[in-house]
């Protein structure tokens, strides 16, 4: 191997930001580099074979070399400016021959520029801390779930009670019902409320990527791991809240983790050898009937009783057709604001079509048929014309909503001719799906989003419905 010259030591000394001084074992100076010199305003020749303590003032380098005990990031006045000084000894064989010392800022101006750089710093992390922080505050409370049906306030008034508990909370309901609202408001009325709500949609996430999402992984834990590894939601979420959305769509694999991550009240980076304790509360939520996935082995039984601690069941829109009016008007004062209208209302037409629609994808279709009509209304009043086509050309089985209930049933029951369970529940989803891909204009992308699925369950979906 190569020895680097006198010259080349000297040259990197030079490029470095530091001052730097050698001593021996007594205390004189063997070596003092030429910016620390100018700083002293004396020159190498000046200084070399000359006592440390005679040359540089409150130094402690001498001291160093008798007690052989390194002094880090120590405060040093010299020529009326403020160093950081380093002074570390030097061993050769177990024997202290000597030590080196360096500072750093040659002058007042270097300081405050160095100081100024470190607020800004610290000004910028400050800024992201908060952003991060407001990101994980849950959004919404029980004011913002609108409904006035009686099965929506027995509902409401059922979460407010279990709020203060602890306990482990279940919420299933079709897609775009509100179950994340309802999740969010729960945790913004219990005693976690301060803590961080942190949702997961556990469809959107790969396989292979969501051990690490949760728990976390260590640095070098796999390939393109982040170095210095990566906090997991779990971790994230301590003292709060996680909401596990679609759990139904968690891998086999993986729900046996999360189990005993639940158990053991613990958790293990990926890569990691360390357990790290937990304390997050969990509200799951799912589409799906995790009771008949138990019975087809597709979900772990002891998972289920494990979050089905508490369980709310959202009734879907077509249940509570009395809260469309106040649905509606909440969601024009949101689009109001987004697309600079006021008092947007809806024809006396356009609210029966509404109210008739069985809405598949519940409150978040709604919304989207509404946004759809702002974007291409003239006036301040909601026309049918304004209406996606599939509302406009609504079939006459659909129109239901305004005859009584018992009317509506009795036409439901003879025009539907009874099937098993298994193959009736699998006929209303691809119903949905084809009027979901007719609003969408046949953008599964924009489908699975309305659905409140993953892109690859719709596209599974569609190749076992035979949907074009």
Request: charged share 30%.
């Amino acid at each position: 191997m190569k020895r680097l010259s006198r010259e080349w030591l000297e040259q990197i000394i030079h490029l470095l930001n530091e001052r730097i001084v050698v001593v021996d074992n007594e205390g004189t100076i063997i070596y003092m580099d030429h910016a620390y010199c100018d700083l002293l305003n004396t020159k190498q020749e000046d200084v070399i074979g000359k006592p440390v303590q005679e040359i540089i003032e409150n130094t402690r380098m001498h001291i160093v070399t008798k007690t052989g005990e390194r002094e880090v990031e120590h405060f040093q006045p010299i020529n009326d400016s403020v160093m950081v000084a380093n002074r570390f000894p030097i061993m050769i064989d177990g024997k202290l021959e000597g030590a080196v010392g360096t500072v750093m800022f040659a002058d007042p101006e270097n300081l405050r520029s160095f100081k100024n750089r470190i607020q800004r710093l610290v000004k910028d992390l400050s800024y992201y801390r908060s952003k991060v922080e407001k990101e994980l505050k849950s959004s919404y409370t029980f004011d913002d779930l609108v409904g006035d049906s009686s099965s929506f306030r027995a509902l409401k008034d059922f979460a407010k009670v279990i709020s203060g508990s602890n306990s482990s909370v279940l919420i299933s309901g079709e897609s775009g019902t509100g179950k994340e609202l309802f999740a969010s408001s729960i945790h913004n009325n219990s005693f976690r409320d301060q803590a961080p709500f942190v949702p997961i949609n556990c469809a959107a996430i790969p396989e292979e990527l969501l051990e690490s999402e949760l728990f976390g992984y260590e640095d070098g834990a796999f390939t393109g791991a982040k170095k210095g590894g990566k906090k997991g939601l779990f971790e994230v979420a301590q003292n709060g809240t996680l909401f596990l959305d679609e759990i139904g769509d968690m891998p086999l694999s993986m729900q046996s983790k999360l189990l005993r991550a639940l158990q053991e009240k613990e958790i293990q980076p990926v890569g990691g050898q360390r357990r790290i304790p937990i304390d997050v509360r969990i509200i799951a939520a799912t589409h799906r009937n995790l009771e008949e996935m138990v019975k087809e082995g597709t979900f772990r039984q002891d998972l289920y009783y494990r979050i089905n601690v508490i369980h709310l069941e959202i009734p879907p829109l077509r249940n509570r057709v009395e809260d469309i009016p106040l649905l509606i008007k909440m969601l024009l004062s949101k689009l109001e604001k987004r697309f600079y209208k006021k008092q947007v209302t809806c024809s006396t037409e356009v609210m029966e079509k509404l109210k008739r629609h069985l809405w598949p994808g519940n409150v978040r279709e709604l919304e989207n048929v509404l946004e759809r009509a702002i974007n291409v209304l003239k006036g301040n009043r909601i026309e049918v014309v304004d209406l996606p086509l599939y509302l406009r050309d609504m079939e006459e089985n659909e129109e239901l909503g305004h005859v009584g209930n018992e009317t509506k049933k009795a036409i439901q029951e003879s025009s539907i001719p009874i099937r098993p369970l298994k193959d009736t529940v699998a006929m209303a989803e691809k119903q949905a799906i084809e009027r979901t891909l007719r609003f969408t204009n046949g953008n599964k992308l924009e489908a699975a989003k309305l659905l409140g699925i993953g892109k690859t369950s719709l596209y599974d979906k569609c190749k076992l419905y035979e949907i074009q």
